[in-house]
T-cell receptor, first 108, second 115 residues
Framework: EDQVTQSPEALRLQEGESSSLNCSYTVSGLRGLFWYRQDPGKGPEFLFTLYSAGEEKEKERLKATLTKKESFLHITAPKPEDSATYLCAVQTGNQFYFGTGTSLTVIP | GAGVSQTPSNKVTEKGKYVELRCDPISGHTALYWYRQSLGQGPEFLIYFQGTGAADDSGLPNDRFFAVRPEGSVSTLKIQRTERGDSAVYLC?????????????FGPGTRLTVL
């Protein structure tokens, strides 16, 4: 059964305290892995797409990596404005499976 | 360029009523998806359109749910005989299918409350 699991469910960081969010998956025929940011009351905002193991992408303080079984979203020196829920999704065929997200709070 | 828009932003209805939720995708995007998101959960796939046709409707929970996209652009999600369990945020996303990228861009969602 295709499955996506994100951990931790919630994470509180001090401003400047780097950390990583995890997305582990079991799907047949991965076409892509996606990271989204979701603020309260809004739709998910696209961050990254990764297609193959070993691939890495960066944007400002965020860096996403992919292995055959999991992806990490590394946050370097986070700021309070990075507080949000981070969602991971995997695509197999035309289907997209989302995890339940990691709620990140960055404390000034 | 405009992003994905959804109307209404909020919809309150009574149990048993019929509702329609509208999605305007990004211009030129051929693929359109509907999702349902409950509190504390990730989006749950409902239906996928490629052009005017529903290419995959396996996520629709039952026959009270139906969606159309008659001209390959705007889509409407229709829910008949609404139940309290239908309360959720309904998200629409669109993508420009390509060889390597099916990246979806989401709208702000419609929050449906069934009383």
């Amino acid at each position: 059964e295709d499955q996506v699991t994100q951990s931790p469910e919630a994470l509180r960081l001090q401003e400047g305290e780097s950390s990583s969010l995890n997305c582990s998956y079991t799907v047949s025929g991965l076409r892509g892995l996606f990271w989204y940011r979701q603020d309260p009351g809004k739709g998910p905002e696209f961050l990254f797409t990764l297609y193959s193991a070993g691939e890495e992408k960066e944007k400002e303080r965020l860096k996403a990596t992919l292995t055959k079984k999991e992806s990490f979203l590394h946050i370097t020196a986070p700021k309070p404005e990075d507080s949000a829920t981070y969602l991971c999704a995997v695509q197999t065929g035309n289907q997209f499976y989302f995890g339940t997200g990691t709620s990140l709070t960055v404390i000034p | 360029g405009a992003g994905v828009s959804q109307t209404p932003s909020n919809k309150v209805t009574e149990k048993g009523k019929y509702v329609e939720l509208r999605c305007d995708p990004i211009s030129g995007h051929t693929a359109l998806y509907w999702y349902r998101q409950s509190l504390g959960q990730g989006p749950e796939f409902l239906i996928y359109f490629q052009g005017t046709g529903a290419a995959d409707d396996s996520g629709l929970p039952n026959d009270r749910f139906f969606a159309v996209r008659p001209e390959g652009s705007v889509s409407t999600l229709k829910i008949q005989r609404t139940e309290r369990g239908d309360s959720a945020v309904y998200l629409c996303a669109s993508s420009q299918l390509g060889r390597h990228t099916d990246t979806q861009y989401f709208g702000p969602g419609t929050r449906l409350t069934v009383l």
